[in-house]
């Protein structure tokens, strides 16, 4: 059977406006270099699946840290720009733009931990014709997994980045499969702790930059 797509949503790393959770530990342009790292570990993960990858954008990659470097890595997928109002918007029409008629495995860039066992999982999942989600820790999902992406137009309807995001997308979609609860780069601790589980990537190198800093 043919692989589903690879959607990633993605923000430029703009310093200021990326990350500012983080920003507020270790300044803006720390935080938009984290960012960038993350970007940039996800879109290789992904790379060496092998499957079609999509890149849903939003925000202005002329400003952003590590902008040729992420231009060069895009350079081989299909980019999008992100359209619609609120997230859960946004996320419905990314998967619409991104579906190639054999489903879509989206994710976002804030968990570079992930490994190709992790798409390999979700996208056993998808061809088999079941939904997927990865939940996370504080209460989202990681991933979503859609044989039908026109299923993901419940999406508009769900309050994202709340405690529940993950209860009340699985309520829309109905019957989900799930993957293992992971944790989202929100934090500097966030990072920290992700980071320590990947030693050799360039979030770790962005993040031991931050320890010797601070």
Not at 36 to 50: I, P
Not at 91 to 106: I, M, N
Not at 162 to 187: C, I, S
């Amino acid at each position: 059977m043919s692989d589903p797509t690879v959607l990633v949503v993605a923000k430029a790393p703009v310093p200021g406006l990326a990350k500012t959770r983080i920003a507020a530990t270790v300044g803006d342009d720390a935080a938009a270099e984290l960012a960038a790292a993350a970007l940039l570990d996800t879109l290789e993960t992904v790379a060496a699946l092998g499957w079609p990858v999509v890149v849903a954008m939003t925000g202005d990659l002329g400003e952003a840290a590590r902008a040729d470097e992420i231009t060069r890595a895009l350079s081989g997928v299909r980019v999008v720009a992100q359209r619609g109002d609120g997230l859960g918007e946004r996320l419905a029409h990314a998967h619409a733009d991104a579906d190639g008629g054999h489903g879509v495995v989206q994710v976002g860039m804030d968990t570079p931990q992930l490994t190709v066992r992790d798409y390999l999982d979700a996208g056993a999942e998808v061809r088999d014709g079941s939904r997927v989600m990865g939940p996370a820790a504080d209460g989202g999902w990681w991933l979503l997994g859609l044989p039908d992406p026109g299923d993901a137009a419940v999406l508009a309807d769900v309050e994202m980045s709340v405690d529940d995001t993950a209860e009340q997308t699985g309520r829309a979609l109905g019957a989900v499969e799930r993957l293992r609860t992971v944790r989202d780069m929100d934090t500097w601790a966030d990072a920290v702790d992700i980071a320590d589980g990947i030693p050799i990537s360039r979030v770790a190198a962005v993040v031991q930059s931050g320890r010797a800093n601070a």
